[in-house]
T-cell receptor
Framework: GQSLEQPSEVTAVEGAIVQINCTYQTSGFYGLSWYQQHDGGAPTFLSYNALDGLEETGRFSSFLSRSDSYGYLLLQELQMKDSASYFCAATGGFKTIFGAGTRLFVKA | GAVVSQHPSWVICKSGTSVKIECRSLDFQATTMFWYRQFPKQSLMLMATSNEGSKATYEQGVEKDKFLINHASLTLSTLTVTSAHPEDSSFYIC?????????????FGPGTRLLVL
């Protein structure tokens, strides 16, 4: 079957750096994506890794290790508006399965 | 980026009625669209893959006769919840993959909140 694991909650202070880990198990794995979802809203795409290594997009970076079936999302210079749920999602077999989500609380 | 719209954004209906939700790709063509359901504080659960010109592919445990999917054109997919019951109350979200179609980048609609009384 397909499954992803990520922490349920993370709390950090404004200006800090936080890392959200994700391990996955999926057949025909193609890549790992990250999405942000604020309460009441739809998910928005943050980043995607198909190859091993680090992808950087502004304050957000994402990492993938295919051999370890592991990835993480790194958020730097945290802002209050970053408080949201973050989902890792594995694409394989032409469909994408989402993890349970990590709720990030950013404190002042 | 690409834009996906959903209509309606909110639906309240009586138990036993059917509800149709539309998902449109506004500035690109989508031969494939995905339908997800999300209960409060839970993850997005893939319900089915909608394929233009052919039958939808349903995930295990999703009743195809209850959740009717029609991909009428390259820009429109519809999900009909037939004979809705209170347990069908949820947030329904559609998405369309970026060009290339493997689904690695998906553009999500704003979602439809369904409340069945």
């Amino acid at each position: 079957g397909q499954s992803l694991e990520q922490p349920s909650e993370v709390t950090a202070v404004e200006g800090a750096i936080v890392q959200i880990n994700c391990t996955y198990q999926t057949s025909g794995f193609y890549g790992l994506s990250w999405y942000q979802q604020h309460d009441g809203g739809a998910p928005t795409f943050l980043s995607y890794n198909a190859l091993d290594g680090l992808e950087e997009t502004g304050r957000f970076s994402s990492f993938l290790s295919r051999s370890d079936s592991y990835g993480y999302l790194l958020l730097q210079e945290l802002q209050m508006k970053d408080s949201a749920s973050y989902f890792c999602a594995a694409t394989g077999g032409f469909k994408t399965i989402f993890g349970a989500g990590t709720r990030l609380f950013v404190k002042a | 980026g690409a834009v996906v719209s959903q209509h309606p954004s909110w639906v309240i209906c009586k138990s036993g009625t059917s509800v149709k939700i539309e998902c449109r790709s506004l500035d690109f063509q989508a031969t494939t669209m995905f339908w997800y359901r999300q209960f409060p504080k839970q993850s997005l659960m893939l319900m089915a893959t909608s394929n233009e010109g052919s039958k939808a592919t349903y995930e295990q445990g999703v009743e195809k006769d209850k959740f009717l999917i029609n991909h009428a054109s390259l820009t429109l997919s519809t999900l009909t919840v037939t004979s809705a019951h209170p347990e069908d109350s949820s947030f329904y979200i559609c998405s369309a993959p970026s060009a290339g179609g493997r689904g690695e980048t998906q553009y999500f609609g704003p979602g439809t909140r369904l409340l069945v009384l």
